[in-house]
Structure formats: structure tokens, C-alpha cells
Nanobody, 113 residues
Framework: VQFVESGGGLVHPGASLRLSCAASGFWFDNYRISWYRQGPGKEREEVAVIGGHGVTTRYADAVKGRFTISRDNGNNMAYLQMDNLKLEDTAVYYC???????WGQGTQVTVSS
């Protein structure tokens, strides 16, 4: 089982980023995929999750209305569109499947003025 995240970077408040997650080694369609983040000095938190068929989504209150999770089962990919980024969104972002207890190495997102 492998997850590889990409797309992080350094942006100003109000900017957008799109994170990508490439998954392999398991039957992708069968699992919910989550995006997590861990900010400096903070616990890791789940920010978004999407069901296996991409119909059901759920978001943490802190990102609701600004982040959009999606998936492409044909290519074993998941995405996190992040709009109107705030300073407090600064974190390492990970994708993974909780049911498999597997996550990637993460991609750094830094929001700074």
C-alpha cells in the first residue's frame, strides 16, 4: 500500500492550491480516502474524507466551504482543492486510508503573508 502526495507550496493568504494523492497497492475503489494535516505543535487532524464512489464527502468545520475533496478511481488518484487559504492552514498534508492504517509522507503547505 502506498500513497504519494504532491502539490504543496508557499502561498499568500487568500490563494489556492490543489493537492494530489497517488495511491497504489490496494483496491482503490473499495476504500474511503482522507486528507489529514498536522500543523506546527498540533495534533494530526482529518480535514476531509470521501467515500469509495466519490458521492459522500465530509469536512472538518475549519475547512468547510473552502476545501473540496475529490477522487478519480480510474487513475487511483485523490485530490484536495484548497481555496481562500488562511494562515492557520499551514501544515503538512497527508492522504491515506484509515481502514488500512496507511498514509503518505505528506506535502508541506505554508500560508504566509
Amino acid at each position: 500500500v502506498q500513497f504519494v502526495e504532491s502539490g504543496g507550496g508557499l502561498v499568500h493568504p487568500g490563494a489556492s492550491l490543489r493537492l494530489s494523492c497517488a495511491a497504489s497497492g490496494f483496491w482503490f475503489d473499495n476504500y474511503r480516502i482522507s486528507w489529514y494535516r498536522q500543523g506546527p505543535g498540533k495534533e494530526r487532524e482529518e480535514v476531509a474524507v470521501i467515500g469509495g464512489h466519490g458521492v459522500t464527502t465530509r469536512y472538518a468545520d475549519a475547512v468547510k466551504g473552502r476545501f473540496t475533496i475529490s477522487r478519480d478511481n480510474g487513475n487511483n488518484m485523490a485530490y484536495l482543492q484548497m481555496d481562500n487559504l488562511k494562515l492557520e492552514d499551514t501544515a503538512v498534508y497527508y492522504c491515506g486510508a484509515g481502514a488500512l492504517e496507511a498514509w503518505g509522507q505528506g506535502t508541506q503547505v505554508t500560508v504566509s503573508s
